[in-house]
């Protein structure tokens, strides 16, 4: 795994000659080594195709390339900081919440009407993060980011996991996702949006939830 968490907010990659990793650009606080960084026009891993399908998706969050040999400090915004290892299976992740990847992951993006038909459609009016997702697959880490730090919950068959939208930051594994609403009890006590949505996950994986109901 090239990802070390330093402490809650930054991670020190290792990166290797003959092996990359891509970071959300203005991600770099330091380095040491012979390390560069440039500008990725291409998309990342996935190419020119993967580029235009998160243009038109939104998810065009700018990446750079990082290739050399030496260490690497990652930090943005200061935001807490979650290293995610993948073994095959696939990440789901907004864009904007990527602070950095390993290379040999594959990329690609989403439509997360796919997963609950309109309801998938109308979560990504309601919590802002569109209606399309990222999508990173293969053997390899991920850091992401989120507000007051990231917790994993697990999702097994036969129990459904309820998330509010707004602490929504990834899953993996074989999940089904679907909108419901749902009259809480923050409503009640006038805490409440207006908007009593509640994201319920099923099948097998895990969800990650942020400690905040804030964006990036």
Known sequence: MPFREINSKMIEATVLP??????QRGAMLAYKG???????????????MSMLGRRVANEATPLMTVE??????FGHGGHHVQVITLSGDTLYVEADRLLAFDGTLRQGT????????????????????????TTLQGQGSVAVMAHGGVIEVPITPGRSVHVDPQAY?????????????????????????????????SGSGAVYVQASEEKL
């Open 169 to 201: 930051v990834a899953h993996h594994g074989d999940v089904r996702n679907k909108l419901s609403t749902a009259l809480g009890w923050r409503d009640m006590v006038g805490r409440g949006s207006g908007e009593a949505f509640q994201l319920e996950l």
């Open 18 to 23: 003959g092996q990359r990793l891509y970071s």
């Open 34 to 48: 012979d390390v560069s960084f440039t500008p990725n026009v291409q998309g990342g891993q996935g190419g020119v």
């Open 110 to 133: 989403m439509f997360m009407g796919a997963q609950g038909g309109v309801m998938g459609m109308v979560r990504g009016q309601v919590t802002g993060q569109g209606l399309f997702t």
């Open 68 to 73: 050399g040999s030496g260490t690497v400090l």
